[in-house]
């Protein structure tokens, strides 16, 4: 084919200069309409190319922004070939005059004050290998790498980066030697970097210094294209915090340089390891088309209800990519993306696919799912709604709101580590490192029981439903008692024993621990004194010695595998006086885990 090309490359000439371009529709500004903003580079012919006859195909239409015309010649059985036109609308083209000074300016300048207040800003090259990828983004990271520091963003941040390329779907860190780790999702639907080095930067140097250090150790092959091909995905991300705004999220700025795909006929002489490299990369290429067509046909879908598959969690390119194209996702981001494709009348084929998947993402827009507040889900609450819920469930003292969130929010405090936690709230007067645990556990339970997915409706959901009709979920899996709900002067525990209620107790010297952390009993029914038939599990009557209290007959709670769990053993029975019981105990049942576990 390319030989046949070549042969008429006199006749693609004359159609090409005969071409009369169709009036397109007026479409509005491509550019400010979505959070996606899409450019297209057409890179000038090369030397190479030129000495071996070949001639541009690709032409940024004059007089029309926006526009690219593509022509290929179509080969026939007989007569000479026609011209095939094709047209794309694809954001702003940047021609072989335009420098990467000009494409940072309109394409990745806007973002820098997006995320430098708390956003979520990327920019990824996506096109054929050898059409200018690497090249354009290289020169975009030494522009940024100026901005960050040249004073003219507001306000004072500190600067952390980590930059790793990723390869056979793993990951490898360019500043730590290329050391393997990890590319983890947390229960917030983020994206974590786990094991990858960040590092703190504070000038221009530093970061320039880094970037250069990552580039030594790219991994790069020579193809039919381009001697030095980049061939695996190199991400840089630069994670902005504001130091004075504690509940200002941290911005992140991600420079996506993706590997090239590759023509068949460019793969020929290939060996067999750099045919597996070549597949790996098209597979991940495949994963992110089909999350470019569903992010576009989830916008163009005549219906909001008609759910669109997005497979991002299918390649580890389109995971760390996951907040562009997440239709869950609760935080807006800006994206920028420039299509690089190569000239030659010889690459026309790949050039149209290229354009054609960035005319998709251009009229895709990304929406953000709405956060209003649910009290069912802690990730959805502002700090008056977190406490309110802190003053309302954390328990007897009540933990002080103003102490353990004096401005975060129920998502920020979630993300608090365990220890920070449990420190704030033993700063509360009263407040035991028991109550505190137990807080800590049932805050948690509720934010992963909202990040579950829907149940399927089942004939057994259905009778439970109908069993809990009209009665809250606390109270069918609390042990709390709901005649003192939500209120703050509560008897005494010992003067409203009842059954179902979980006590810490005293064992005495002949009645062995059940439970090797605390010895926790349920209570079942009182005992009268003539009950001497009832003995306990150890076989101890429940008479045989004089007893001045009331006494109880109680269910045992042992301890399960997973920490901080119970179960709760009825058929295992204790007989235990008033006196020996030292507090109420609050326990809570989870499904999830089928265990029981405390809570306030």
Not at 367 to 374: G, H
Not at 594 to 599: K, L
Request: proline share 4%; glycine share 6%; net charge positive.
């Amino acid at each position: 084919m390319d030989e046949f090309l070549l042969q008429h490359v006199g006749r693609h000439q004359q159609l090409v200069r005969q071409f009369k371009p169709k009036p397109r529709p007026n479409e509005g500004d491509p550019v400010t309409s979505s959070n996606i903003a899409v450019s297209t580079r057409i890179r000038p012919m090369l030397d190479d190319e030129t000495s071996s006859g070949q001639v541009p195909a690709a032409f940024a239409r004059a007089g029309e922004s926006g526009v690219v015309d593509l022509h290929e010649l179509r080969r026939v059985v007989r007569g000479p070939p026609p011209l095939n036109s094709s047209s794309f609308q694809v954001g702003k083209v940047f021609g072989a005059d335009r420098s990467t000074d000009l494409i940072y300016e309109d394409l990745v300048q806007p973002l820098l004050p997006w995320v430098w207040e708390g956003g979520i800003g990327t920019l990824f090259t996506y096109g054929q290998t050898g059409s200018g990828k690497t090249y354009s983004v290289s020169g975009i990271e030494r522009l940024v790498a100026c901005a960050l520091f040249d004073g003219t963003l507001q306000g004072q941040r500190r600067l952390h980066v980590s930059i790793f390329e990723l390869a056979r779907n793993s990951a490898f860190d360019l500043l730590n030697f290329r050391a393997p780790f990890q590319i983890l999702e947390d229960s917030f639907g983020d994206t974590q970097l786990a094991g990858a080095k960040e590092y703190k930067v504070a000038s221009t140097a530093e970061l320039l210094a880094l970037i250069e250090q990552a580039t030594s150790f790219r991994q790069t092959a020579s193809t039919e294209k381009n001697d030095g091909s980049s061939r695996t995905h190199a991400i840089c991300r630069i994670r902005i915090q504001d130091p004075v705004q504690a509940t200002l999220d941290d911005g992140i700025l991600y420079l996506v340089d993706l590997a090239g795909s590759e023509a068949a006929r460019d793969i020929s002489n290939h060996t067999s390891e750099r045919m597996k490299e070549t597949r790996e990369i098209n597979i991940s290429l495949s994963v992110l088309k089909d999350c470019i067509r569903g992010l576009a046909n989830m916008d163009n879908s005549s219906s909001k209800y008609k759910k669109q598959y997005i497979p991002f969690r299918q390649s580890m390119l389109t995971k760390v990519l996951k907040h562009v194209f997440d239709p869950s996702g609760n935080r807006e981001c800006k994206t920028a993306v420039l299509a690089c494709i190569n000239p030659s009348l010889l690459d026309t084929g790949v050039s149209k696919s290229t354009l054609r998947y960035a005319e998709m993402l251009r009229s895709a827009e990304t929406k953000v799912m709405s956060s209003a507040y649910n009290p069912d889900v802690p990730s959805t609450w502002n700090n008056k709604e977190l406490r309110n819920y802190i003053k309302i469930k954390s328990g007897s003292p009540s933990i002080s709101p103003s102490v353990l969130a004096p401005h975060e929010t129920g998502q920020q405090l979630l993300q608090l580590s365990t220890s920070q936690f449990l420190q704030r709230c033993l700063k509360s007067d009263g407040v035991t490192g028991d109550q505190a645990k137990s807080f800590h556990a049932k805050f948690w339970r509720l934010h992963i029981d909202s990040q579950r997915s829907s149940r399927k409706v089942t004939a057994s959901s259905k009778k439970e439903r109908s069993l809990c009709k009209n009665v809250r979920s606390d109270k069918c899996s609390s042990s709390r008692d709901p005649a003192f709900e939500g209120k703050y002067n509560v008897p005494n525990f010992k003067e409203r024993i009842r059954p179902g209620m979980v006590i810490r107790w005293t064992p005495s010297a002949e009645t062995i621990s059940v439970s090797p952390k605390q010895s926790l009993a349920v209570v079942l029914c009182p005992l009268a004194e003539d009950e001497a038939h009832v003995q306990c599990f150890l076989g101890n009557k429940a008479n045989e010695a004089s007893h001045t209290a009331q006494r109880y007959l109680c269910g045992t709670v042992s301890s399960g595998t997973l920490a901080e769990a119970y179960e709760i053993n009825l058929w295992a029975q204790v007989v235990i006086d008033v006196k020996d019981m030292e507090a109420e105990v609050l326990l809570e049942y989870d499904a999830a885990t089928r265990y029981y576990h405390t809570t306030v």
